[in-house]
T-cell receptor, first 112, second 114 residues
């Protein structure tokens, strides 16, 4: 089955700096990689995803890159703002099922 | 769209009592997922339904846990009897038929069993 590892577990940056969170997965058949943002007291919210037919996807200050050969994908946040502070989760699907396996989460703190 | 709706938002109960958590998925979504989140174990999938049918309940911790989906707009997760180690935040999520991996989460139910 799929195994997803996420690093780092905590990340602290100054406002305006960039933040990068990395994940690796084990199932080479996986073809969809979402990222979720969870704010305090709320459920995870899908913020961006990437499919295996592209290597990079960007949405304003957020971008995700995918390296299928190495089986890793990353979330990049540029020009960080205090409201970016949250827990971020990566995920990958198990083959031929509707299940997502989530990483352990990264707590991002953006210091003003 | 109202998003996924869960009730109650908070539940405090005594050990041994029955607890029922409720979920209304996004209209038109055909898959529904129940997750449990704790500091120690992170986000765990308990069970998921496709077109109201349970597909995979391998994450349900034990027989004290049961889930039902009587129709496309309602699901319940029941714990009977509850134990202190069941204390966690329980999330419901739903996804559309044509984008099955895009899961949309509800606000969660924070369960405390004393």
């Amino acid at each position: 089955g799929e195994n997803v590892e996420q690093h780092p577990s905590t990340l602290s940056v100054q406002e305006g700096d960039s933040a990068v969170i990395k994940c690796t997965y084990s199932d080479s058949a996986s073809n969809y990689f979402p990222w979720y943002k969870q704010e305090l007291g709320k459920g995870p919210q899908l913020i961006i995803d990437i499919r295996s037919n592209v290597g990079e996807k960007k949405d304003q200050r957020i971008a995700v890159t995918l390296n299928k050969t190495a089986k890793h994908f990353s979330l990049h946040i540029t020009e960080t703002q205090p409201e970016d502070s949250a827990v971020y989760f990566c995920a990958a699907p198990t083959s031929n099922t509707g299940k997502l396996i989530f990483g352990q989460g990264t707590t991002l703190q953006v210091k003003p | 769209d109202a998003g996924v709706i869960q009730s109650p938002r908070h539940e405090v109960t005594e050990m041994g009592q029955e607890v029922t958590l409720r979920c209304k998925p996004i209209s038109g979504h055909n898959s529904l997922f129940w997750y449990r989140q704790t500091m120690m174990r992170g986000l765990e999938l308990l069970i998921y339904f496709n077109n109201n049918v349970p597909i995979d309940d391998s994450g349900m911790p034990e027989d004290r846990f049961s889930a039902k989906m009587p129709n496309a707009s309602f699901s319940t997760l029941k714990i009977q009897p509850s134990e202190p180690r069941d204390s966690a935040v329980y999330f419901c999520a739903s996804s559309p038929a044509d984008r099955g991996y895009e899961q949309y989460f509800g606000p969660g139910t924070r369960l405390t069993v004393t």
